[in-house]
């Protein structure tokens, strides 16, 4: 039976039905299979989305539009810019930067890219940067959206297996700035072997303006992390504080969000969030299939066999996750596999926070991985590139980012230093 259900899962999503649909197709037949009552199908969607824990999901989402649209992020860039511009590959260098600190404030690597290469792709082409290589870097920049924390990935992880929100986040820091400046140091080598140089220094004049103008933006995520990692709210109430924060900063200090970028805000956020709780709400009745028919007590019994110890089992996991990355998107694969293989590796003796981040380390590589990399297709339309032309940049990159992954996958300690301190 349940060999029956995931072949019609991927079968459904292989022709191109959207994934919460695939999800609730397999879960339709699993339970006509199984003479369950169709009536247990809308109560395990129920069961699956009323849960506290999702509610800093719409509004981390919201916020991060709030910004795109109110002028936050581009003022986070300018002040970069003028900070780290000049140096050898300075674009490059303030598009790694400026992704870091967009990611503490947007939880979504697509919405990164999109947001960073409107505005710095053209600005690498001006400085003579080769637009394949524009579009990459700004591509695998980006990907520190899904990383760095508030995540939008690690939320639905976190749903789905149930471990906390808080801690995920926190142990989100140290691959994320692990992952930022292995990216500087490689881009500071291949822009001085290429001959890119910075932009001009800016003048002390300059740099102090552009702090002025963008103190209040780089505020935003100490305000809201600071206020999770010390303890003065939870993570939904720091999603609220995010969106009023961005909502007063764009209309009363900045005055660039009128109503009509207010409703567009509204409107992207209201399609993002629908999408993402269909997606949760199916998965919730396709993992109650599962877990009656003990697949995850299967699937742990498979790897016991074929993989002796943690090593070899994490090995097997990060292989698995690079190909379903490379084919399936970040909320897909983290809903579909989540519930699935933290269990299995819990039983290996593997944190299930440590083990989340490595998912979400590996879904975010996917990101930036044909053929269904989705940074690199909106680099690619805002760059006006090839993904053909934009790949062969990102080889050197495609290396140290699963160098990374497998330093983060064997050194705990990168992920979990800072949520054991903080208890």
């Not at 260098?93 to 890219?113: E, K, P, R």
């Not at 082409?125 to 939008?152: D, F, N, Q, W």
């Not at 995850?296 to 698995?320: C, D, G």
């Not at 293989?341 to 990101?367: D, E, K, Q, S, T």
Request: net charge neutral.
């Amino acid at each position: 039976m349940i060999p029956f259900i995931i072949v019609t899962l991927f079968g459904l999503m292989i022709i191109g039905v959207p994934i919460a649909f695939s999800l609730g197709g397999a879960s339709i037949v699993g339970f006509l299979l199984t003479d369950t009552a169709m009536q247990a199908l809308a109560q395990k969607m129920l069961v699956g989305i009323a849960k506290y824990s999702l509610l800093p999901l719409p509004f981390f989402v919201f916020s991060g539009n709030l910004m795109g649209q109110g002028g936050i992020s581009k003022r986070l860039i300018n002040f970069v810019q003028a900070a780290t511009g000049h140096i050898t590959g300075g674009v490059a260098i303030v598009t790694i930067i400026s992704a870091m600190i967009f990611a503490s404030l947007s939880g979504s690597s697509s919405a990164t890219t999109a947001a960073l290469g409107m505005i710095l792709i053209p600005a690498m082409v001006e400085y003579r940067y080769s637009k394949g290589y524009a579009g990459a870097i700004t591509a695998v920049s980006a990907e520190l959206g899904m990383i760095i924390p508030p995540s939008i990935s690690m939320i639905i992880y976190a749903i789905i297996t149930e471990t906390s929100i808080s801690k995920i986040f926190i142990a989100g820091f140290g691959p994320g700035i692990l992952i930022g400046l292995s990216l500087i140091i490689l881009s500071w080598y291949l822009c001085k072997k290429r001959g890119y140089v910075g932009s001009k220094k800016a003048t002390h004049e300059e740099w102090l303006a552009a702090l002025k103008n963008s103190w209040l933006s780089l505020l935003m995520p100490v305000v809201v992390l600071g206020g999770i990692y010390t303890g003065l709210f939870t993570a939904t109430e720091s999603a609220i504080i995010s969106v009023v924060y961005a909502f007063l900063l764009s209309v009363f200090v900045y005055k660039e969000l009128n109503f009509k970028k207010f409703c567009k805000c509204v409107e992207d956020s209201l399609i993002t969030i629908g999408m993402i709780t269909m997606v949760i709400a199916s998965a919730a009745a396709f993992s109650f299939l599962l877990t009656s028919e003990q697949i995850p007590q299967k699937v742990a019994a498979l790897f016991a066999a074929i993989a002796p110890n943690s090593f070899v089992f994490l090995l097997l996991v990060n292989l698995l996750l690079i190909v379903c990355g490379m084919f399936f998107d970040s909320t897909s694969a983290v809903t579909v596999l989540a519930g699935i293989l933290a269990p299995v590796a819990v039983a290996f003796g593997v944190n299930p926070i440590h083990f989340g981040v490595i998912m979400v380390v590996n879904m975010a590589l996917g990101c930036v991985t044909p053929p269904v990399g989705v940074n690199l297709f909106v680099a690619c339309r805002i760059g006006q590139v090839s993904i053909e032309e934009m790949s062969k940049e990102l080889v050197p990159y495609w290396i140290l980012l699963i160098a990374d992954l497998l330093l983060i996958t064997y050194v705990p300690a990168i992920s979990m230093t800072l949520p054991n301190l903080m208890g």
